[in-house]
């Protein structure tokens, strides 16, 4: 027991000490909030221009018909003929030149409508454009057929659906979005964990190996040991990158609900009220939602079945680097480890995502290999705590049968050299 | 003197190859013994099975009188042919960390490693990574962390290997030190020239199987012909040569003298002493070397070895 604290030990410093490990940790997390902050800056920077629209109206329709927007002024240019309106359009400070032709037929004005532009126009523009001219136009039409337009007006309806689950608890049509994105993220991330540290156990492993300290580590250890020590050892270091995470998350999470003025203590706050203050901003009511989804058993599952899932995959990924002498050996014991992971994935985003509940993600969130990412994909859509158990307990006990049999190639592939072994050698290796 | 290392009929199969078969080695306390043997004869194989490395398919391995146990891990101190370290760890921190694993204390360790980072003069090599170092220099710090727990067996297989003249005298020196101090020490290499120097007993294994063991001594007295090799002056050799292979089994002799004589090897049988032969040279010429041919262990092992 000593020796195995020693060794978890070393291999967590050996992790946390290492440079990337440092990058990754604080900075990635800064870099994507960055990220976040220079996107919407620029988009922003990009929406504050204004631009002008000269506009040659020959046809009279449209006299007061084109509105300013907060980005576009039209600006009406009279009694000049097309040429000349386009060299004044072209010399000025013009982004393009409408020029609607003379005409007495509505019916064909839409097909003649040009718009003369330098370079290629701006797409916000011309839909903007286009959306001004087709609502006239139609209005037009309308008139000329001789309906009332205010008739029109007061028969439009807008529907929102109230959604609210059978406990009372009211949703948005936004939360089952942000329930898919929370957990396609959980399970993202958890499948990046068990492929990172996984790989982490397996170059450590190849490095002992072609380092030669191996000999002189297992004439001190039992070779059972060394490997459960760098398993969990490398497993600390992934909480604790987690756990820092984690952190962080709720300093943004705390910096943005200040921001945006939200409570997110949903009893303080009748629902009710909370959704008509939501009804006014968007931002409010994302954050609204973010905040009563089952974080804590969100963050809890996460690291239950980080552990598992991650034990289960890198006692594979520790016989892998038993067996061979170094890395770009390893590719032809991959796909054992990528399929499952992948598979996880496509479920995860087409199955749970369309039908939290429906056969193919209920199967597949207690498949031993698949079910941490998929179950993890199903618990913000809320899953009953007895299937979670189940699928816990099955990937648990698959771990353990999963180590035994690790364990064996690792004992006899950690002492051998030279040739590549291939998967009938593997199997042989379990007799020794 | 009793045995600290007793191997009882070890086998072990890899398969359907057979790796050893049925060895019994008998180890004396305090004795250097060299462990030879052609490469891939079950050397490694045999030096795994004391570490418990790997569990023998049959037999038994007793220390002390006891069968091997884990905890007796801590009685052998082992430097594997193939040996290396943590690349990125500082000395320091690796050499204590293996230290212990091996059982000792933090603070026991880190006084022992003073010492003998002291008596190796590696003392300032405390905070240098392991890859700043050169092999020889590993080497020594692979030698410390073998020694440190002070074991009763130790067990060096190709120690010298990577050690310049002058390490490799340091390290032969501390090895004897050791075993004066106590320690038995198995010695496995290929050097033949050290193996003479320093072991008195030795086991050759070839082909999985055990084909020699026994003192040093007692070795080279059965594989010894009683041959002598003679340089004798006289002014016809080619005559005297004759003469003599007339009455012996001989042989052209190689030897550096400074005169050019006659330099034969004469075998004489069991029931001769070489006073009879010595007075039938005098007789003949004028005799200027006389030794008895004594088989090497470098010999032994190849005559051994490409007999079976």
């Known amino acids: 027991m000593r020796n195995l604290s020693l060794i978890i030990k070393r291999?967590?410093?050996?992790?946390?000490?290492?440079?990337?490990?440092?990058?990754?940790?604080?900075?990635?997390?800064?870099?994507?909030?960055?990220?976040?902050?220079?996107?919407?800056?620029?988009?922003s920077l990009n929406n504050e221009e204004i631009r002008s629209v000269a506009v040659l109206d020959n046809s009279g329709f449209f006299e007061n018909t084109l509105e300013d927007?907060?980005?576009?002024?039209?600006?009406?240019?009279?009694?000049?003929?097309?040429?000349?309106?386009?060299?004044?359009?072209?010399?000025?400070?013009?982004?393009?030149?409408?020029?609607?032709?003379?005409?007495?037929?509505?019916?064909?004005?839409?097909?003649?409508?040009?718009?003369?532009?330098?370079?290629?126009?701006?797409?916000?523009?011309?839909?903007?454009?286009?959306?001004?001219?087709?609502?006239?136009?139609?209005?037009?039409?309308?008139?000329?057929?001789?309906?009332?337009?205010?008739?029109?007006?007061?028969?439009?309806?807008?529907?929102?659906?109230?959604?609210?689950?059978?406990?009372?608890?009211?949703?948005?049509?936004?939360?089952?979005?942000?329930?898919?994105?929370?957990?396609?993220?959980?399970?993202?991330?958890?499948?990046?964990?068990?492929?990172?540290?996984?790989?982490?156990?397996?170059?450590?492993?190849?490095?002992?190996?072609?380092?030669?300290?191996?000999?002189?580590?297992?004439?001190?250890?039992?070779?059972?040991?060394?490997?459960?020590?760098?398993?969990?050892?490398?497993?600390?270091?992934?909480?604790?990158?987690?756990?820092?995470?984690?952190?962080?998350?709720?300093?943004?999470?705390?910096?943005?609900?200040?921001?945006?003025?939200?409570?997110?203590?949903?009893?303080?706050?009748?629902?009710?009220?909370?959704?008509?203050?939501?009804?006014?901003?968007?931002?409010?009511?994302?954050?609204?939602?973010?905040?009563?989804?089952?974080?804590?058993?969100?963050?809890?599952?996460?690291?239950?079945?980080?552990?598992?899932?991650?034990?289960?995959?890198?006692?594979?990924?520790?016989?892998?680097?038993?067996?061979?002498?170094?890395?770009?050996?390893?590719?032809?014991?991959?796909?054992?480890?990528?399929?499952?992971?992948?598979?996880?994935?496509?479920?995860?985003?087409?199955?749970?995502?369309?039908?939290?509940?429906?056969?193919?993600?209920?199967?597949?969130?207690?498949?031993?290999?698949?079910?941490?990412?998929?179950?993890?994909?199903?618990?913000?859509?809320?899953?009953?705590?007895?299937?979670?158990?189940?699928?816990?307990?099955?990937?648990?006990?698959?771990?353990?049968?999963?180590?035994?049999?690790?364990?064996?190639?690792?004992?006899?592939?950690?002492?051998?050299?030279?040739?590549?072994?291939?998967?009938?050698?593997?199997?042989?290796?379990?007799?020794? | 003197m009793s045995n600290i290392l007793v191997a009882d009929q070890v086998t072990k199969n890899y398969g359907k190859f057979t790796a050893l078969n049925a060895i019994s080695i008998e180890v004396p306390a305090g004795s250097i013994f060299g462990l030879l043997g052609p490469n891939g004869a079950g050397k490694t194989t045999f030096i795994r099975i004391i570490n418990q490395i790997t569990m023998p398919d049959s037999g038994k391995v007793f220390l002390d009188g006891e069968a091997l146990q884990p905890h007796h891990i801590q009685q052998i101190g082992y430097l594997p042919e193939e040996r290396g370290l943590y690349k990125s760890m500082k000395v320091g921190e690796q050499t204590l960390y293996l230290a212990q694993l091996k059982g000792l204390s933090k603070a026991q360790a880190k006084e022992r490693l003073k010492y003998w980072f002291d008596r190796l003069n590696i003392g300032d090599?405390?905070?240098?990574?392991?890859?700043?170092?050169?092999?020889?220099?590993?080497?020594?710090?692979?030698?410390?962390?073998?020694?440190?727990?002070q074991p009763k067996l130790l067990i060096f297989d190709e120690p010298f290997s990577g050690f310049d003249p002058v390490n490799a005298n340091l390290i032969k020196d501390e090895i004897l030190e050791l075993r004066k101090q106590g320690a038995t020490i198995i010695f496995s290499t290929h050097r033949m020239e050290s193996v003479e120097e320093l072991c008195d007993h030795i086991a050759l294994i070839h082909n999985s199987n055990k084909v020699l063991d026994g003192k040093v001594s007692d070795i080279k007295r059965t594989y010894k012909s009683n041959t002598y090799e003679v340089g004798l002056i006289c002014n016809d050799k080619e005559t005297l040569k004759t003469e003599l292979s007339d009455k012996f089994e001989i042989s052209t002799a190689n030897f550096k003298t400074l005169e050019d004589e006659l330099k034969i090897n004469i075998k004489i049988d069991q029931k001769s002493s070489p006073n009879e032969l010595l007075n039938f040279l005098t007789s003949k010429a004028e005799i200027n070397h006389f030794v008895e041919v004594i088989p090497s262990v470098n010999d032994i092992f190849i005559q051994t070895v490409s007999k079976k």
């Open chain 1, 11 to 43: 291999e967590f410093n050996s992790r946390v000490r290492n440079k990337s490990f440092v990058v990754m940790t604080i900075l990635s997390p800064l870099i994507f909030v960055g990220m976040i902050f220079l996107v919407a800056y620029l988009s």
């Open chain 1, 69 to 432: 927007s907060d980005n576009i002024i039209f600006k009406k240019l009279e009694d000049i003929d097309l040429d000349s309106a386009k060299i004044i359009s072209e010399e000025g400070d013009y982004h393009g030149l409408l020029f609607i032709p003379e005409s007495n037929d509505i019916s064909t004005l839409d097909q003649n409508v040009e718009f003369y532009v330098k370079g290629s126009p701006s797409v916000s523009v011309v839909q903007y454009i286009e959306k001004s001219l087709n609502a006239t136009i139609t209005n037009l039409k309308l008139e000329r057929d001789g309906v009332d337009l205010l008739k029109i007006e007061a028969s439009k309806s807008y529907v929102d659906l109230k959604i609210e689950n059978y406990k009372g608890e009211q949703t948005s049509k936004m939360s089952s979005w942000i329930k898919a994105i929370f957990g396609g993220i959980a399970g993202y991330l958890l499948m990046m964990f068990i492929i990172i540290y996984g790989n982490m156990v397996m170059r450590s492993v190849i490095e002992e190996k072609t380092n030669r300290i191996i000999e002189i580590i297992i004439s001190s250890v039992k070779p059972y040991h060394l490997m459960m020590g760098k398993i969990m050892g490398t497993s600390l270091a992934g909480i604790t990158q987690f756990l820092i995470w984690v952190v962080l998350g709720s300093i943004l999470m705390l910096v943005a609900t200040t921001v945006f003025g939200v409570n997110i203590e949903p009893s303080s706050m009748p629902n009710q009220e909370m959704m008509d203050t939501a009804n006014n901003s968007a931002m409010q009511a994302i954050i609204y939602d973010i905040a009563r989804l089952p974080i804590a058993t969100l963050i809890f599952s996460f690291l239950i079945y980080f552990i598992g899932g991650y034990f289960l995959y890198s006692s594979i990924y520790a016989a892998i680097g038993a067996a061979v002498d170094n890395e770009t050996d390893t590719q032809q014991f991959m796909l054992p480890i990528i399929i499952p992971l992948m598979l996880a994935m496509y479920v995860g985003f087409f199955a749970v995502i369309e039908n939290p509940h429906g056969t193919i993600a209920v199967i597949f969130s207690h498949i031993p290999l698949t079910s941490p990412i998929v179950m993890l994909m199903r618990i913000p859509f809320g899953v009953p705590w007895w299937e979670i158990l189940i699928s816990m307990l099955l990937l648990f006990a698959t771990f353990a049968f999963v180590v035994w049999f690790a364990a064996k190639i690792y004992r006899v592939g950690i002492l051998m050299y030279g040739k590549k072994p291939t998967y009938k050698e593997l199997y042989k290796w379990l007799k020794y």
């Open chain 2, 125 to 149: 090599w405390w905070d240098k990574k392991i890859e700043e170092l050169s092999k020889g220099m590993a080497q020594k710090v692979q030698f410390i962390v073998t020694v440190l727990h």
